[in-house]
């Protein structure tokens, strides 16, 4: 029986090969350049898919982290700030994975160009924050963009708008790897286009592709021989993920036979964030736990709240010469995620990806630090997006801070229901966003809409139910309330 599935397995890999080959076979001499290197990423993916039995984690090796493996960040915050700040910063670049589309919030093109406050875009407010430390410091940080195929030439458009601001914007594009035929585990592609039907055919393989592709693009080089030391990589759409001083300082300052090479920022669990994965120790290593690991008949007990507490934010921190080292020996250790996929025909996919905080257990002396909550303020969703426009937030340097006039650091719970899914939809449906100081938890669902200067104070439940309107008046003020029923409010 094994020599059956050793054969199998061979035959899969010579076949995938065949057509890897019959593919780059159709573009042209640039472009199959560029797809060759990336399809030597995929051939050692799928070689790697196809070796794994069973669950990637044995649950049983599971344990906590060690206490000192995971530091609270005030106990960072204690060591202070050297006297050369510039010098530090001048060791420093930061990455922002912009692979993503805004599909899910109803926009076309990258996510990082949907306006998220007064007017500015997530890249905006990313540029403004790098400008502001670099003219406070006098210091060279560069801003590196990880891009996709998707949203590559959207975002390099974009960014002759920035030309004249005080900050170096480099691009590299993440690889581009074909879906595989969930039957014959072959790519569904008949040709190298990504366009009309075509396009369902590929897809980026996750931000763990982040360390390939960045050598691959002669970038990882370059900045090396800048002088520059560490990465601080995160999500475009974290608009807390900003450039830490103090976690930067601690990075700088420790011995050189013990430099730490990895620092993930965690921050503790809520009930929100239960997906979310979580650092554990797993033979005498620290290693990113994802749900998609977990053996079904133990996703609850991932999920709890009281045996894992923390969960990744995705703001790392990375020694670049170690990432130079790894992927040179071929050592970068990354699991692989199968993610399923149906299209819209009706044909099931796998596409094959990895996660960027996986490679923690490749890298020396690797730490969690546990950040406050403020370090982790993504923006997934249309409800997401009305806690930072509102008056929570106040913006400074292209930095979002919680609101001194807010008396807990806490932010509220907002559901919003699917009127308000896509941006226009939601746009349309305030005339100005509700003061939410003092709110705690808001549901709203069915059609409503709000007037101007409307305050939401304590818990706020707004229903309409099918067929049924209502609008919020001008000026009104909701505290502890449940709204249901039908309220019109027209113009005479």
């Known amino acids: 029986m094994t020599e059956f599935q050793e054969k199998l397995k061979a035959q899969h890999e010579d076949s995938m090969h065949r057509e890897l080959e019959a ?18 990423g995929f051939k050692n993916l799928f070689h790697r898919f196809l070796q794994v039995k069973g669950p990637a984690v ?10 000192e493996s995971i530091q609270p960040y005030e106990k960072i915050k204690m060591k202070g700030l050297p006297d050369d700040i510039s010098a530090s910063l001048n060791k420093l670049a930061v990455v922002k994975l912009n692979g993503g589309l805004g599909t899910s919030m109803g926009c076309t093109g990258p996510k990082s160009l949907i306006s998220v406050r007064n007017e500015n875009t997530f890249l905006d407010l990313t540029v403004q924050q790098i400008e502001h430390l670099n003219k406070t410091f006098n210091a060279d940080v560069p801003l590196v963009l990880m891009n996709s195929f998707n949203t590559d030439e959207d975002t390099k458009k974009i960014l002759q708008k920035y030309k004249h601001h005080r900050v170096n914007i480099h691009t590299f594009n993440q690889s581009r790897y074909p879906r595989i035929n969930k039957e014959s585990l072959l790519p569904i592609a008949k ?8 396009g369902e055919a590929w897809y980026p393989p996750g931000h763990g592709d982040v360390y390939a592709s960045f050598s691959n693009s002669g970038l990882l080089d370059k900045l090396l021989s800048e002088g520059k030391e560490y990465i601080f990589v995160s999500n475009i759409d974290n608009l807390g993920a900003t450039v830490d001083l103090f976690i930067l300082q601690h990075l700088m300052s420790q011995p050189a036979d013990r430099r730490c090479e990895f620092i993930m920022e965690v921050t ?33 007990e991932f999920k709890s709240v009281t045996k894992f507490k923390i969960f990744n934010t995705n703001n790392l921190w990375i020694s670049l010469p170690a990432i130079k080292r790894l992927q040179d020996t071929n050592n970068m250790d990354l699991e692989i995620i199968v993610n399923p996929k149906t299209l819209d025909g009706g044909l099931n996919v796998i596409q094959l990806e990895t996660a960027v905080g996986a490679a923690i257990k490749s890298f020396n002396n690797a730490l969690g630090v546990n950040v406050p909550r403020s370090r982790f303020l993504p923006v997934k969703t249309s409800s997401d997006l009305l806690l930072v426009m509102s008056n929570l937030y106040s913006l400074d340097a292209g930095s979002l801070t919680m609101s001194r006039k807010r008396e807990f650091p806490s932010t509220p719970h907002v559901k919003l229901g699917s009127s308000f899914t896509k941006v226009q939809q939601f746009l349309c449906r305030f005339e100005s966003i509700p003061d939410m100081l003092e709110l705690d938890h808001l549901t709203v669902s069915g059609d409503v809409t709000f007037g101007k200067n ?17 609008d919020i008046p001008a000026g009104a003020m909701l505290e502890n309330k449940i709204v249901s029923g039908n309220l019109r409010i027209l113009d005479h």
């Open 58 to 67: 044995d649950w049983a090796k599971i344990n906590r982290p060690p206490e």
């Open 191 to 198: 040709n190298m286009s990504t366009g009309g039907q075509n």
């Open 268 to 300: 503790d669990k809520t009930r929100a964030d239960v997906k979310g994965g979580t650092l554990i120790q797993y033979e005498d290593h620290l290693r990113l736990l994802e749900i998609a690991q977990v053996p079904k008949n133990h996703v609850d």
């Open 23 to 40: 593919l780059l076979g159709t573009a042209n001499k640039a472009e199959a350049e560029i797809s060759r290197k990336d399809f030597e």
């Open 454 to 470: 409307v305050s939401l104070k304590g818990t706020v439940i707004i229903i309409a139910n099918h067929g049924d309107r209502i």
